[in-house]
């Protein structure tokens, strides 16, 4: 008979801490639900109170003088390349009429 009363006993003490644990989980969970919904809540609402900031394109500040100065650094740079790249034809037309005379215009590729 001990036995079946020992068993017993263990058996309504294992209930009870598995009850004991198993609430305290369940309110722990509940409470952290809670908590995570307000902080949700908040982050939510606060970032219709935080202003936006300007866009990056209007934080440039507009500079015509500036901007007219790298047109002209832009175009006088073109110009160097293209005379470099008509200077290079040119010495090659009077390569080849150097070397093969007669006409020595490129042919179209």
Do not use: C
Request: proline fraction near 5%; aromatic fraction near 8%; charged fraction near 15%.
């Amino acid at each position: 008979m001990s036995f079946l009363v020992g068993t017993a006993s263990g058996a309504l003490v294992a209930g009870g801490v598995y009850y004991g644990f198993s609430a305290m989980m369940s309110s722990r969970t509940g409470q952290h639900q809670s908590d995570m919904h307000n902080l949700s809540q908040r982050l939510v609402n606060a970032a219709a109170d935080i202003p936006t900031p300007v866009p990056a394109a209007q934080r440039i500040p507009q500079k015509p003088f500036m901007a007219m100065i790298q047109q002209k650094w832009n175009s006088q740079i073109d110009a160097l390349f293209r005379g470099t790249r008509d200077l290079d034809q040119q010495v090659e037309d009077w390569g080849r009429r150097t070397l093969y005379g007669g006409d020595a215009s490129r042919k179209s590729q």
